[in-house]
């Protein structure tokens, strides 16, 4: 079953397993932001190869230069309890260097850890 979330610069179709990030296409302007979210996600992955930072982070399975599209493991959502309960989290983030936006829809369970499934930023 597709489920199909919208974000301010990216449209997300979660379609089994796996979830497509593809730029908005509502102004010109989301989308150049869209891009350049999905090329700075794929980058922070390339460049983090540390455990602890990967442990942190959604992995990136299939980037398309150019920052058309990224996919990424469908992650599992958090409760709002379980965001609100993981304060020493958001530290690791920080400390890691991971740009999260501190939000319950930034996070998301992969292999039983909490991750950033939203780590790209167009600021």
């Not at 350049?36 to 990967?54: D, S, V």
């Not at 991971?98 to 991750?115: A, C, M, Q, T, W």
């Amino acid at each position: 079953m597709m489920q199909v979330k919208h974000g301010t610069t990216r449209i997300v179709f979660l379609v089994g397993r796996l979830a497509f990030k593809l730029p908005t296409v509502t102004s010109y302007r989301l989308f150049l932001h869209g891009l350049l979210a999905n090329m700075q996600e794929a980058q922070w992955w390339q460049n983090l190869r540390e455990p602890k930072a990967q442990r942190l982070m959604c992995p990136v399975k299939l980037y398309i230069p150019g920052g058309f599209l990224i996919v990424m493991p469908r992650c599992k959502p958090i409760s709002r309890k379980t965001f609100f309960n993981c304060r020493p989290l958001n530290r690791e983030f920080k400390n890691a260097g991971i740009p999260v936006e501190n939000k319950l829809d930034s996070f998301g369970r992969y292999k039983k850890n909490i991750v950033a499934v939203d780590y790209g930023s167009s600021q």
